[in-house]
């Protein structure tokens, strides 16, 4: 489960009656952020990966260890950058498209070789 203190404690209220044994194993950013801590996460990244820890299925059976966490801001970090938006001029854009028809027939390159230079930039964005 993921949620704030309020959420998981009304959570619990409602879950389990007083007096009932059971272990809770808390994963917190702090500790996401020291798991990941060469990755250099934003807060909303290490918030991502709260969320997908959530929401695994397993962690009973397989567990929650430093490398989970790292996989998961791994793929949070891929799910973001296949999703984010890019600009680049439409002359750049008209130029690749071209490109894509014509299959490399682009006479000197040079128009190209821009438009790609423009694209490549904003993809690093």
């Not at 809770?24 to 020291?34: C, G, R, S």
Request: charged fraction near 30%; charge should be negative; hydrophobic fraction near 40%.
């Amino acid at each position: 489960m993921h949620g704030n203190v309020n959420e998981i404690c009304a959570w619990l209220l409602e879950t389990f009656q007083p007096g009932t044994p059971f272990t809770i194993l808390v994963w917190t950013e702090e500790d996401v952020q020291d798991s990941t801590d060469s990755m250099a996460l934003t807060e909303e990244e290490a918030h991502a990966v709260l969320d997908e820890l959530g929401e695994l299925d397993d962690h009973r059976r397989y567990g929650i260890g430093r490398d989970t966490v790292r996989e998961l801001a791994c793929q949070v970090r891929r799910d973001r950058q296949a999703a984010r938006h890019v600009t680049l001029p439409a002359a750049s854009l008209k130029v690749l498209l071209e490109l894509a028809g014509k299959a490399g027939e682009t006479g000197d390159g040079t128009d190209a070789e821009e438009a790609i230079h423009q694209a490549q930039e904003a993809m690093r964005g």
